[in-house]
């Protein structure tokens, strides 16, 4: 008997595709993208496509596991779920009454999209009063934070608004990568003269078909952007009158870091040429409505926030802030006010201690009263894309630590785990999804039951909630009938959307045409009196970094890591034909530098530097520049030659929102030995 299930793809991936699952017999056929979703538009990127393997991969855990050999080896015996839920209840309560609940932690994250199965294990956890995790610094905080001190808790220009924009940037954002139908939009818009302009140091698939590749040095985009800021200002570009209605500070601004900024130094800066610099700046002053389509990448770096709040005010001196099609867009899920409390916050007290995501390995190893002795993870891989993850995977060796880890799969996290539970994928459950990247919100039900012995995180949330005494409404309902709570309250956007809509199909949230403000003083703020307070630059300036200063002079080469076009990152792991077409992990030398250390293309090298080393297979390219190696994918050990590319990297944080700066690492290369 063959089926269609309408779904919701819960990878962690801005477009949020509406999809098309073909059921055949109680096995996922096929996937494809859903042809009555507009922004999705009937089809799936080349890594969804694949997802009915996903769901039935022989590599998939098959039943609960307990650990036999030391942590770390994989080394696992079946048992029942029955006896892996009565340890896990009967450690973690042996442990609260020793220590307090403050001794345990729960760490999820976003390999499953849908908002109660990504966030009901925190959940379970704030309801516990444990430890509690300060997530996502691994990877938006510091752009969310920049985002928020300058435009407020608000969502970006709509994507499907670019039909009215007159140039597009993307801006540290390898769309073919991780955006695809904004992309496939953008193409059409194209076709009607639109140009496109893109900014990154690699020369990505998008950067290859744009009209116009600026190959930025790492870490400058701060200057560039105020270096534009200070042509518009001297060539009488800027709509002053939009300015003084919707800005605060500039009049600060363009006295006393503009002109630090004229084009010979933004150059040099950059790499860019002056006549580059030139021209950037009076295509972008002559457009009415530009849109920024902003990477999260660039943020990851020490100075990150700033130049997030750079790129982020230059659509307000144009005015392009203010009208359709104009703009800027990082994420849009900040201005979809859904009240997501009763499955993030059930109940626990309003403050407790915090755990920083990407700093596991310290809390670990340095947290006392109490120390952290339980640990549960799910949906999150941390022994491969946390930084340090050398300390981070010594951490999780303590034989005092009882970790357990729900996955689909056996990752570099589960192997140091004493307890591993089967999880089920996205197709398997059913949830309520709000894009961060679109203005969409959708209800899937699951398109087949869970394969073998796997549990979803609702129903494992729920069945230790239960063991553990916990009553609260949400640990005893299911997504369903969770959805209308979800609108309970709700302002702004979603204040006339009826819920049922919402779980017979898409459904569209319409933001206003001109971009909103939600700062204090309702206006973008170029001057942030938050940021002053901290003792941080309160306009945005690009400034060199002490410690990236330092480590380039002893490292001659500089980190730059982004998404592979199919290993994005470990969740599509699972699948062997996507593992087979991204190729082996690799790491990409410019041409010059290769000659320089005698080595050849497909060679295998050692990338290294004080944290550590990593072996990948060489590639030679000059799609990126001189001085920077590239690794594309957070690939894992098994196919890697040895390591992970994130053993190089240390845990400090960016200047605003504690995220992790993946970007300011300094390495070298060497033939491996």
């Known amino acids: 008997m063959t089926s269609q299930v309408r779904v919701v793809c819960a990878h962690d991936c801005p477009d949020m595709c509406s999809l098309i699952a073909t059921v055949e017999n109680g096995r996922v056929i096929r996937v494809q993208g859903d042809p009555n979703q507009p922004y999705t538009d009937g089809y799936a990127c080349a890594k969804v496509n694949r997802d009915a393997e996903l769901v039935h991969s022989p590599e998939r855990i098959a039943t609960p596991l307990h650990r036999t050999g030391p942590k770390g080896s994989g080394d696992f015996a079946p048992i029942t779920w029955d006896e892996a839920l009565d340890e896990i209840t009967a450690r973690w309560k042996t442990i609260i009454a ?37 997530a996502g610094t691994v990877c938006d905080t510091c752009c969310e934070t920049a985002w928020d001190l300058t435009l407020g808790p608000v969502g970006g220009t709509d994507p499907e608004a670019v039909v009215h924009s007159d140039l597009v940037i993307a801006w540290g954002c390898d769309l073919m990568a991780v955006n695809i139908h904004f992309w496939t939009l953008l193409e059409k818009v194209r076709k009607t003269g639109v140009k496109l302009v893109v900014i990154d140091p ?33 060539d009488g570009r800027l709509d002053r009158a939009y300015i003084a209605a919707n800005t605060l500070g500039f009049d600060r601004w363009e006295s006393e870091v503009l002109p630090n900024f004229p084009p010979a ?43 997030l709040r750079a790129v982020a005010t230059l659509p307000a001196l144009t005015g392009a802030y203010g009208r359709e099609g104009g703009g800027a867009l990082l994420l849009a899920a900040a201005s979809m006010e859904f009240d997501f409390s009763m499955v993030r916050k059930p109940s626990g007290p309003a403050a407790t201690r915090m755990v920083n995501h990407l700093a596991l390995g310290a809390a670990l190893e340095e947290m006392r009263d109490p120390p952290l002795r339980g640990l549960f993870i799910a949906a999150n891989n941390p022994a491969v894309t946390n930084p340090d993850v050398k300390r981070l995977r010594r951490a999780l060796s303590r034989e005092d630590l009882f970790t357990v880890v729900h996955d689909p799969f056996l990752t570099a996290t589960a192997r140091h785990a004493d307890i591993v539970l089967p999880a089920a994928t996205y197709l398997e459950t059913e949830d309520f999804y709000r894009a961060y990247g679109c203005y969409w919100t959708q209800y899937a039900p699951a398109a087949v039951v869970p394969q073998g012995q796997a549990w979803s995180n609702l129903r494992l949330a729920q069945e230790l909630a239960r063991r553990m005494g916990l009553t609260d409404p949400v640990f005893s309902m299911a997504p369903r009938d969770m959805v209308p709570h979800f609108f309970k309250g709700g302002v702004g956007l979603i204040a006339e959307i009826d819920p049922a809509d919402v779980l017979d199909g898409p459904v569209k949230v319409t933001p206003p045409a001109a971009q909103e403000f939600r700062t204090p003083s309702g206006k973008l703020e170029i001057f942030s009196a938050a940021l002053e307070a901290q003792g941080l630059p309160p306009m945005p300036v690009w400034q060199p970094d002490a410690t990236e200063t330092r480590d380039a002079a002893r490292w001659p080469l500089r980190l730059l890591t982004a998404p592979g076009y199919f290993q994005a990152h470990t969740a599509f792991s699972g699948v062997e034909f996507l593992r087979k077409r991204e190729g082996a992990p690799a790491c990409i030398l410019h041409p010059e530098d290769a000659a320089r250390r005698g080595l050849h293309d497909g060679q295998t090298v050692k990338l290294f530097n004080d944290r550590g080393s990593v072996g990948l297979v060489l590639r030679i390219s000059d799609e990126i520049q001189p001085g920077v190696v590239l690794v594309p994918g957070q690939r894992p050990d098994g196919e890697t030659v040895e390591g992970t590319v994130n053993m190089l990297c240390d845990d400090r944080y960016t200047d605003m929102g504690e995220g992790a700066c993946y970007q300011s690492t300094f390495l070298d290369v060497q033939a491996w030995s």
């Open 202 to 234: 690699r020369r990505s698939q998008t950067a290859a078909r744009a009209d116009w590749h600026l190959p930025i040095r790492i870490g400058t985009d701060a200057a560039l952007a105020i270096g534009i800021a200070h042509i518009l200002a001297r």
């Open 98 to 134: 020793q220590d307090g609940p403050l001794a345990l932690l729960g760490y999820a994250y976003s390999a499953h999209q849908g908002q109660v199965n990504r966030h009901i294990v925190n959940g379970l956890f704030h309801a516990l009063g444990t430890s509690r995790l300060q």
């Open 265 to 307: 130094r933004v150059a040099e800066i950059t790499g860019l040429s002056v006549e580059d610099v030139e021209r950037l700046a009076a295509l972008y002053g002559a457009a009415k409505t530009s849109l920024i389509r902003i990477g999260e990448g660039m943020t990851r770096l020490a100075r990150g926030g700033q130049a």
